[in-house]
Structure formats: C-alpha cells, structure tokens
C-alpha cells in the first residue's frame, strides 16, 4: 500500500540523517587503504585526509530532516484516508458480523373526561391512565438483518387479573432485509399489512386513538405471522404481504386450538407525485389493500368505543355466527406543506354460516395544519412499509429566559364513520377537533374534543356526547 512505501522510505531517510550526524561531530576525518607488505599479508598505509565542508553538511542534515518529517505526514495523511476508504459509505449501515442494539421506550399518560354523557350510555367515567407504558429493544446486525422487541407495562382495558396485568407482548420479530427479488422478510409478532393509519406507528399518529374503522374492526393489530415486503421506482411503489394466525393472546403468547385460524393480506402503494427537493414536503399517496380473514372460533364482531381507549363500547353488531370475512379498502395522502390530507375506506363482506352474505362498511378523513410552518413526515418504505413518520419542529420548545421558542402547533380535524345497518346494528358517526403541542421530535401533549353521534339502531339507541381528551406523550 502507498503509506508501507512512504514509512520505508522514511525509515532509510532517517539512517542517513543518523549518519551525517555522526560525521559532523568532526570536521575532518581520515581513512586507510590495505596495500601488500612483504612482513605481512596486508598493510595499513595512511591515505591522504579528505577533508569536509561541516556547514555545507547541517545544511544537508535540516534539508534531510525536514523532508523526514513531511514524509511522517504524508504516512499519516494515508493512513487516514484508507481507513476512510474501507469503512462502508453509508455510517448507518448494519455491522457486518455483530449486532448494533438500541434500547428505548415510550410512555402515553392520558387523561379522558366525559364532558357531556348521553344518559343513555352507561358507565361513562372519567379516567386518568397511561394508556402506553412499555420499553423497547431494537437493533441491526450481520449486514442485512434487523429485530425488535417491545413489551408493554400497561395493563389493558380487557385485563380480568393481576396475571395478566402486564408483560403483553407487542412487536417481537426478525427481519432480513434486500434479499433478492423478494425485497424484505420477516417472521414474528407485528402490525398485519393492511391500512396506512394502521401501520403508522402509535407515536406518529396525530389523534389520542386511530379511527372508528380502523383498529379492532376493519384493520387487523400485530399478529403473529411472516409477511413480504417490496419497493421499486426508488421507492415509489411498493407491495407487502402476509400471513398470520388469527388472534393470537398477547398476554400468554400463545394459542392453543384445533382451529387456529388464519389471516392472509395485500396491501399495494403508489406515490404519484413526491417532491425530493422538499424530502417529501409536497406529496400524493394512493394505495389499495386486502384482508381476508378465516375466524378461529367461527365468531366475527365488530364494535367500538368512542375513539377512547376505555369506557362503554357504544356500537356493536354482537357475535356473528360467520366463519369467515374478507375487508377491501382504498388509502389516499396529499401533504402540501403544512397542511395534509389523509382518507381510507372500508367494506367488509361477512360469510354467514347459514350460507347468507352480510356487509359492513366504514370510512374517514382528517385534516390538519401546522400553525408553525412545519409538514408531516412520510416514509416511502419505512418500517412497516409506506407510512407517515415522526413530526419534528424547526425549533424545539425552549423556555430559557432569553432563548423563548414555541416548538410546533398543529390543528386538526377528523371525520369517522362506521356503518352496520346492514347488520341491523345502527350507524355510528363521530367528529373529532384537536391541537397537538410539539417540544421535540418526542416529546408532545395532545388535546382532542370528541363527538360522537349513534343512530336508533345501535346498542343504546340514538346518542350524541361530548369527550375531551388529554395526553402527554413521551418516548425515545
């Protein structure tokens, strides 16, 4: 290599130098030449003094010396630079032959007011919880594989004893990633591929809970099963699917049943227009999934709360005798600066066992505004395939005396709907109006005003209430 030649050169520079040292120690010196002698075999003859220049030979010597050390630096320099050469291009790489683990967490305390209660419903208390509570464990390693593991701490609002009170087992799954044509693998415990507001992560949402349809009735949770993922066109475009056991207990992390049941989903993504110069600031997201779902215990329900995560569940169609059930829906984004869009709808077909056909739809649509000038951030391929990301302030909230910055504020709005009239279980419609505080890219508080309004046919008749929400949301 170029810097083992510079250090020998170096190494012989600096016996000269040695040398010349030792020469000028004095300013002349002599030497004998061996000529034949008839007493002896060889002689010592005195040979004429040479004599030197000792000024002319420090000259050499500084000249000599200083070339030494511009070489020393010259090793060093390349030394440098091959390090750098053989280090990967991209620092955030995986390691090669060893694990890189972060530990993190995230902690939700909210506190849920019911301001004004239909008298039809029952048991609308207030409460204060914390309604996420749970440590995390990821990492990257061996060049092209990822884990995650997250465990909660928090006691679920199904929770019946101490037992399983905590320790529910959220994300746990391994991933091999750029593997070829296939794209990435993975295998474990995680969110089902099916619904953008489903898989964008909870702490990347911008409403205390997701929408009517979406979790718990059209949307699968985290399920244990493998699933493919797929993009092309840098990205733009982008296939994942998967299949899963059905409903597998988070609490005892198993299922013991003859009939295991399964879900199998598809979810296909197209970004027609996304701004690079902006990373993303202007943006257009289409896509479309399914979501087929063989009931383990040939039951299928659909219900929801209030968009709370406790208290009375105010539409229900009770248990279905149905086997199974397939969900289509559509998914849609515009992001134009700081104002986003963000829409999906849903319709389920219901397979009665009586060989009937029962129907189920739902949809929503929200809006919102960063009074700051900052935009949501959208993954084109994140961890859950395409995804909104974590909002980050241009500034974060400060309150040094001298050093005042506000942090980010965005306003919102939300539309949700969920329709089982064909079920002959009502109709259920809410609107939700908020403010979201931002200190940090982690750290925000959370304000939603909810209202939700039920038709005569749903389980308490015809309702109209009034919830406010608070949340303080930490995580890292």
């Known amino acids: 290599m170029i810097y083992t030649t510079t250090w020998r050169s170096v190494a012989l520079l600096r016996q000269v130098v040695v040398l010349l040292a030792f020469f000028c120690c004095s300013s002349t010196y002599s030497w004998s030449q061996a000529v034949p002698s008839s007493e002896s075999t060889y002689a010592i003859a005195p040979s004429p003094e040479v004599e030197f220049d000792s000024e002319s030979v420090r000259g050499l010597l500084e000249q000599l010396t200083d070339r030494v050390k511009e070489l020393e630096e010259q090793q060093t320099a390349n030394k440098s630079t091959a390090a750098k050469e053989e280090k990967p291009a991209d620092s955030k790489a995986p390691p090669k032959d060893k694990w890189k683990v972060n530990l993190g967490g995230h902690m939700q305390l909210d506190s849920i007011f019911w301001a004004d209660a239909d008298p039809a419903i029952p048991e609308t208390h207030n409460y204060t919880n914390f309604r996420r509570l749970r440590l995390v464990a990821d990492g990257v390693g061996y060049d092209q594989y990822d884990f995650r593991l997250q465990m909660t701490l928090e006691p679920t609002s199904d929770t019946v004893s101490a037992l399983t009170a905590t320790g529910l087992i959220k994300d746990a799954y391994f991933t091999m990633n750029e593997i070829p044509l296939l794209g990435r693998f993975r295998i474990g415990h995680f969110f089902v591929p099916f619904s953008l507001e489903q898989v964008t992560n909870d702490t990347n949402n911008i409403f205390l809970e997701r929408s009517i349809p979406t979790q718990t009735v059209f949307a699968a949770d985290r399920e244990l ?159 859950h395939g395409p995804q909104f990301g974590r909002n980050k302030p241009r500034e974060n909230f400060s309150a040094k005396p001298g050093a005042w910055k506000p942090g980010a504020w965005e306003l919102k709005a939300r539309w949700s709907h969920l329709d089982l009239n064909n079920l002959q279980r009502g109709q259920y419609n809410d609107l939700s109006v908020g403010v979201n505080w931002y200190w940090s890219d982690r750290v925000r508080m959370m304000m939603d005003w909810i209202h939700p309004i039920t038709s005569d046919d749903a389980i308490f008749g015809a309702t109209e209430s009034d919830i406010v929400g608070l949340r303080w949301d930490v995580n890292w």
């Open 225 to 383: 099963g493998m699933a493919l993922y797929q993009s092309a066109l840098d990205d733009r475009l982008a296939f994942a699917t998967g299949l899963f056991v059905d409903s597998i207990s988070e609490a005892t992390k198993k299922k013991l049943d003859d009939n295991q049941g399964y879900r199998l989903s598809g979810r296909l993504t197209y970004l027609p227009y996304y701004d690079d110069a902006s990373d993303g600031r202007f943006l257009v997201h289409t896509g479309l999934g399914v979501l087929h779902t063989d009931d383990s215990d040939d039951v299928v329900r659909f219900r929801s709360r209030p968009q709370i995560n406790e208290g009375p569940r105010i539409i229900d169609s009770g248990a279905l005798d149905a086997d199974r059930y397939t969900t289509g829906n559509l998914e849609g984004a515009i992001v134009m600066g700081r104002v986003t869009f963000q829409s999906e709808a849903f319709l389920s077909s219901i397979a009665m066992n009586d060989g009937t056909e029962g129907t189920a739809n739902g949809a929503y649509v929200h809006v919102s505004w960063f009074l700051t000038g900052e935009n949501r951030r959208f993954e084109k391929f994140g961890q």
